[in-house]
């Protein structure tokens, strides 16, 4: 992923001279960026795990000379198991970063 490099016209953010107010909702919006991008990339490497693992099937079942059919249905049933486990565990990792911030927290007041 290449990186675009800063124009000089373009304004310097100094963080410091933000007024609080600012600042809170310029750290808001990057975390809400950063989430986005994270999720983003946990769904592809998901992606690309189901493909490997269902890929590995497919070609090790036709290695050791197994019906095509057969080869072809277990690699799709774990394709899909695997897509199924990667979303859960998204879920899952969401859900716990939830519970474990607002934990942090403490008690509402």
Same mark, same amino acid.
């Given at each position: 992923m290449t990186r675009r490099a800063a124009s000089p016209?373009? @304004?310097r953010l100094d963080l410091d001279t933000m007024l609080p107010a600012d600042r809170a909702?310029?750290?808001a919006a990057v975390a809400a960026e950063s989430e986005r991008r994270a999720f983003y990339w946990r769904f592809r490497l998901v992606a690309i795990e189901t493909?490997?693992?269902a890929g590995l099937v497919l070609v090790a079942?036709? @290695?050791i000379d197994r019906p095509t059919a057969i080869v072809v249905r277990a690699a799709i049933t774990v394709?899909?198991?695997c897509f199924a486990s990667g979303l859960l565990l998204i879920w899952l990792s969401s859900v716990f970063s939830g519970l474990m911030a607002r934990l942090r927290r403490g008690p509402r007041r």
């Amino acid at each position: 992923m290449t990186r675009r490099a800063a124009s000089p016209e373009q @304004l310097r953010l100094d963080l410091d001279t933000m007024l609080p107010a600012d600042r809170a909702l310029f750290e808001a919006a990057v975390a809400a960026e950063s989430e986005r991008r994270a999720f983003y990339w946990r769904f592809r490497l998901v992606a690309i795990e189901t493909v490997m693992m269902a890929g590995l099937v497919l070609v090790a079942g036709l @290695l050791i000379d197994r019906p095509t059919a057969i080869v072809v249905r277990a690699a799709i049933t774990v394709g899909i198991a695997c897509f199924a486990s990667g979303l859960l565990l998204i879920w899952l990792s969401s859900v716990f970063s939830g519970l474990m911030a607002r934990l942090r927290r403490g008690p509402r007041r």
